[in-house]
């Protein structure tokens, strides 16, 4: 008769959240899978200004004044701190459903559909509310098993419920949404300035150097000076115009998402319900108002009865529990391979989501809105699956 | 905390779990959180109808301030953005105190009103700010009413 060791595994809630996130810093950051082009979005912020600091900002020190290059710094360090804000905060995911809440949410849909005839298609699930004297529809989710709050959406990349959620950001490597959208906005609102204010000392610096030495000797002296213009030019026409259009999405309180579908404009549509009519209210609301804090709970902690006597892999234990411990006792008998698919077999019966199949990539190629995904998806180890 | 959560593993025990009701967010005055008044039916017998309608109007007090768009939030804000939000790394935000003052209002509120009734208040962030989960349990006597409030046994964040 062979003892059965009975461990109890400490472990992060990060570690067994549903969803398409990466994780890093033991749950501390969050992020999208594909982070490729984030990082090309860095190396560019970072490489730009390098060369700024490297070639023009000695010359411009001296010959024009010394606060250029330190307003420079200030500005690089604000651009960087607010791309990583938006890029490692969790942007205002909802998490799933559990189990009696999502049966009791079907309890209600059934009540309210009444009787369906057999054969007949069930209605659509969706829910009226009235929010300031207009009709709004909350959508159910099949992903998530909730009724989705208004103004939330569902991202297919990151493969959660974003409330408020405006748009999935390559750029950044993470979705945009109620919680980290100010950032975003002063993010690409502190690299437009920061675009033009290289690229105008560019200018200034080429200029100045030619008037002493001649254009073609300026160039030889300081070659980063063509890279630098050639970046910020083209950075300059996307970045300032998605400035402009995310101050236009402010001042009259909408998101991405409702502007691209159209949800308020038009004569037959319910007019916006969350604007406040004033764009000075509007404006103060999304960037001033309060700091919402994460509803997914990241860091906390989550035991784990286990029976088996083999090592725990964290990683090939993803089953679908987000909850308390219940122990498991499922997976008794066999070795414990780390195969990607043993958790299938071992797959307890409440049913918490079932898209969640572990890190084999399903739907890999959904469609982003601005750019295509530039790299292939980086298998992450430590991540949620 | 595993103090609590034992004993709460033994009203798990000793009182079992007959059913959970879920209060779901109202919308009518927009995105701010704030949770229906409306009685549910399986509370029928268990709990005063002020009682609970109480315990909710608090909550969306609550919830209500900590959203509330005024002279502090810009404040915080304006601060917060001059340094670069860096300075969230060490201050607690506004919202995450009366967080804070929530869960100890639910803990309360279940030592003293819910418990002793068979009841059990989850404190709405740990199920995502969607409802207010009510855990109704069967009568057998229990009243162990050093049951506290959030049965989890993470630690909120």
């Not at chain 1, 459903?97 to 559909?113: V, Y």
């Not at chain 2, 810009?74 to 935000?93: K, R």
């Not at chain 2, 804070?100 to 068979?118: C, D, F, L, T, V």
């Amino acid at each position: 008769m062979s003892a059965v060791m009975i461990t109890r595994k400490v472990s992060r809630k990060w570690e067994k959240l549903p969803g398409k996130n990466t994780f890093c810093c033991d749950g501390r950051v969050m992020m999208a899978r594909q982070k490729g082009v984030f990082y090309l979005t860095l190396f560019l912020i970072i490489g730009t200004c390098s060369l700024f600091f490297a070639f023009e900002c000695p010359y411009l020190a001296v010959h024009l004044s010394p606060a250029i290059p330190v307003f420079a710094v200030l500005l690089f360090v604000f651009v960087v701190a607010m791309l990583l804000r938006t890029s490692f905060s969790d942007p205002g995911v909802l998490p799933r459903a559990l189990p009696e809440e999502a049966n009791f949410i079907e309890m209600e849909i059934e009540a309210a559909n009444g009787n369906v005839m057999a054969g007949q298609r069930p209605p659509p699930r969706i829910k009226n509310v009235q929010i300031n004297n207009q009709i709004v529809k909350l959508k159910y989710c099949y992903t998530c098993k909730i009724f989705r709050p208004p103004r939330a959406s569902h991202c297919s990349i990151c493969d959660n419920c974003v409330d408020r959620f405006d748009h999935h950001c390559p750029w950044v490597g993470n979705c945009v949404g109620k919680r980290n959208y100010r950032y975003f906005y002063l993010f690409t609102l502190s690299l437009s300035l920061l675009t033009i204010y290289i690229f105008a000392f560019d200018i200034v610096h080429v200029v100045l150097r030619s008037v002493d030495s001649g254009f073609l000797s300026t160039i030889k002296e300081t070659p980063g000076t063509v890279l630098e213009v050639l970046v910020c030019f083209f950075t300059l026409w996307s970045v300032v115009g998605l400035t402009g259009f995310h101050t236009y999405l402010i001042s009259l309180n909408q998101t991405t998402n409702e502007d691209i579908k159209g949800s308020w404009s038009g004569k037959n549509r319910v007019q916006n319900p969350y604007s406040h009519k004033n764009i000075i209210k509007n404006c103060c609301e999304v960037l001033c108002g309060p700091n919402y804090p994460s509803v997914l709970d990241r860091r906390g902690l989550m035991l784990e009865d286990s029976t088996s006597p083999a090592p725990p892999a964290a990683s090939a234990a993803s089953t679908h529990k987000s909850s308390n411990p219940v122990s498991q006792t499922t997976k008794s008998s066999a070795p414990l391979i780390l195969n990607e698919h043993t958790p299938d077999e071992a797959k307890p019966s409440i049913g918490a989501g079932p898209q969640k199949s572990t890190s084999s990539p399903k739907e890999e190629k959904p469609p982003s809105p601005t750019s295509p995904n530039a790299v292939a998806p980086a298998v992450i180890k430590e991540s949620a699956h | 905390m595993a103090t609590e959560f034992h004993n709460l593993q033994e009203l798990r025990h000793s009182a079992s779990l007959a059913t959970k009701v879920f209060i779901q967010r109202d919308y009518s005055d927009g995105t701010i959180c704030k949770f229906q008044t409306k009685f549910p039916a399986e509370l029928d017998s268990r709990i005063e109808r002020s009682l609970f309608e109480e315990t909710v109007k608090t909550l969306n007090c609550c919830y209500a301030e900590a959203e509330k768009i005024g002279g502090q939030s810009y404040l915080e804000g304006c601060l917060a953005c001059a340094t670069a939000y860096i300075v969230f790394l060490c201050m607690e935000t506004r919202y995450e105190k009366i967080l804070k003052k929530i869960s100890m209002y639910i803990q309360e509120q279940n030592e003293k009103i819910y418990a002793p009734r068979g009841l059990l208040l989850t404190d709405p962030i740990e199920r995502g700010m969607r409802v207010i989960e009510i855990s109704i349990f069967e009568d057998s006597g229990s009243t162990s009413s050093s049951s506290t409030g959030s049965p989890s046994s993470g630690t909120a964040q």
